[in-house]
C-alpha cells in the first residue's frame, strides 16, 4: 500500500514568491495533518483537517498560509507571499478516523522549501 | 520554555552498549506519549507509543512517570542500524479516532560505533 506522498520534494523560491505544497494521505485516512520544521527547531503542528473540514489551524503561523482540502482527499499548503522564514521541511501526515484507540499518524518524506 | 524537553545529544556509544534517553513534559493535560524516530533526511517514523505501566518492544523500554511528566526510553544491545535521532512526542487529546495533535521535542541523537 502507498504511503504518504507529498510533492514537491524540494522547492526554492525568490522572497516574494508563491509556492504551493501538495500531500496525498494514505487511502481511506481521514485526518490529514501539516507539520513543519525550521531549521534548528523542533517538528511543529500546523494544522488538522478531518475530511474535507478543519478541525485545528492553530498552528499556522500568520494569513500567508492558505491550507485546503477539498473533496476530502489530498490537501495544499499555499504559502503567498513567501518570506525567508518560512524556509524548512513541510511535513504532511494521515491518519484513519475510527476506533477508540490511538490511530498512529504516518508522516511523508517532506518538502524541502527554500526562500532565498 | 519548550513544551517537550529533550537532551539533543549527540549519543555516541558502542555497539552493544545500552542508552536512555530522557524528556519532559510541561502540559499536564497530556494524555499520550510516543517515541519516533527519525533518520537523516528522512521522515518521522512511529518506534514505540509509551504507557504508565511501561512497555517493551524488543531492545526497547519505554517508561512514563505522570507524576514528574518525564518519559524515557531505553534501548539495549545497541546496533548500528539504530544510528538516528529519537523524538519524544506528546499529544493533548483523549484517545479517540478523532485525531490527535502531536508536539515534538527537538529529538536526541545517537550514534551507534563499531
Known amino acids: 500500500e502507498a504511503g504518504v506522498t507529498q510533492f514537491p520534494s524540494h522547492s526554492v523560491i525568490e522572497k516574494g514568491q508563491t509556492v504551493t505544497l501538495r500531500c496525498d494521505p494514505i487511502s481511506g485516512h481521514d485526518n490529514l495533518y501539516w507539520y513543519r520544521r525550521v531549521m534548528g527547531k523542533e517538528i511543529k503542528f500546523l494544522l488538522h483537517f478531518v475530511k474535507e473540514s478543519k478541525q485545528d489551524e492553530s498552528g499556522m503561523p500568520n494569513n500567508r498560509f492558505l491550507a485546503e482540502r477539498t473533496g476530502g482527499t489530498y490537501s495544499t499548503l499555499k504559502v503567498q507571499p513567501a518570506e525567508l522564514e518560512d524556509s524548512g521541511v513541510y511535513f504532511c501526515?494521515?491518519?484513519?478516523?475510527?476506533?477508540?484507540?490511538?490511530?498512529?499518524?504516518?508522516f511523508g518524506p517532506g518538502t524541502r522549501l527554500t526562500v532565498l | 520554555r519548550k513544551e517537550v524537553e529533550q537532551d539533543p545529544g549527540p549519543f555516541n556509544v558502542p555497539e552493544g552498549a545500552t542508552v536512555a534517553f530522557n524528556c519532559t513534559y510541561s502540559?499536564?493535560?497530556?494524555?499520550?506519549f510516543f517515541w519516533y524516530r527519525q533518520d537523516c533526511r528522512k521522515e518521522p517514523k512511529l518506534l514505540m507509543s509509551v504507557y504508565s505501566s511501561g512497555n517493551e518492544d524488543g531492545r526497547f523500554t519505554a517508561q512514563l512517570n505522570r507524576a514528574s511528566q518525564y518519559i524515557s526510553l531505553l534501548i539495549r544491545d545497541s546496533k548500528l542500524s539504530d544510528s538516528a535521532t529519537y523524538l519524544c512526542v506528546v499529544s493533548p487529546s483523549i484517545l479517540t479516532g478523532g485525531g490527535n495533535k502531536l508536539t515534538f521535542g527537538t529529538g536526541t541523537q545517537l550514534k551507534v560505533e563499531l
Open positions: 502540559n499536564s493535560a497530556s494524555q499520550s
Open positions: 501526515a494521515s491518519s484513519l478516523l475510527a476506533g477508540s484507540s490511538y490511530n498512529e499518524q504516518f
